[in-house]
T-cell receptor
């Protein structure tokens, strides 16, 4: 069975501080992971995927197979980063996306 | 902000009643999904459909039913057998069900059982 764990329900940082949202996964196959974000009063949307190795809005995430982690990082948090963040893993068949419980990021001025 | 629409935005139901949530997409996507979102539990997959006239159960299908008679529509019925139906329901779609395909989400329907 596949499982995604986000240990922090709430993460509060000051503007300009580094931020790391933790994500750990459990999956017997080759993992493919995503970060989705939901800003206030907006739809859930894709932020980034590990296979693209891209930086979106200053966020990056590296897949660490040894630690089975896919932490989301940003060196300098902005107030507009405040949102709900979900880590997700897709199965080998590509038809089931498993989400973590989510972390609410609050960036204080 | 089209793409995927869900209606109604809020829905109230009495215990013992079935209720159907609408999900429509104009993205020409083959795959569609229904999730339930509860505080602290993230999103859990109820049902998914990879193609018209075909659908599979997700992790929490009990008490729910779906149909996929048209490519653009994937309605979800919450039956009286669902023991705790009060939740936020999200519909999503993707081009196909391939591993790298991004899922696009609707605005959601909040169901409250009175």
């Amino acid at each position: 069975a596949q499982r995604v764990t986000q240990p922090e329900k709430l993460l509060s940082v000051f503007k300009g501080a580094p931020v790391e949202l933790k994500c750990n996964y459990s999956y017997s196959g080759s993992p493919e992971l995503f970060w989705y974000v939901q800003y206030s009063r907006q739809r859930l949307q894709l932020l980034l995927r590990h296979i693209s190795r891209e930086s979106i809005k200053g966020f990056t995430a590296d897949l660490n197979k040894g630690e089975t982690s896919f932490h989301l990082k940003k060196p300098f948090a902005q107030e507009e980063d405040s949102a709900m963040y979900y880590c997700a893993l897709v199965n080998n068949a590509g038809n089931m996306l498993t989400f973590g419980g989510g972390t609410r990021l609050m960036v204080k001025p | 902000d089209g793409g995927i629409t869900q209606s109604p935005k809020y829905l109230f139901r009495k215990e013992g009643q079935n209720v159907t949530l609408s999900c429509e997409q104009n993205l020409n996507h083959d795959a569609m999904y229904w999730y339930r979102q509860d505080p602290g539990q993230g999103l859990r997959l109820i049902y998914y459909s990879q193609i018209v006239n075909d659908f599979q159960k997700g992790d929490i299908a009990e008490g729910y039913s779906v149909s996929r008679e048209k490519k653009e529509s994937f309605p979800l019925t919450v039956t009286s057998a669902q023991k705790n139906p009060t939740a936020f329901y999200l519909c999503a779609s993707s081009v196909t069900s391939g591993r790298s395909n991004e899922q696009f989400f609707g605005p959601g329907t909040r169901l409250t059982v009175l």
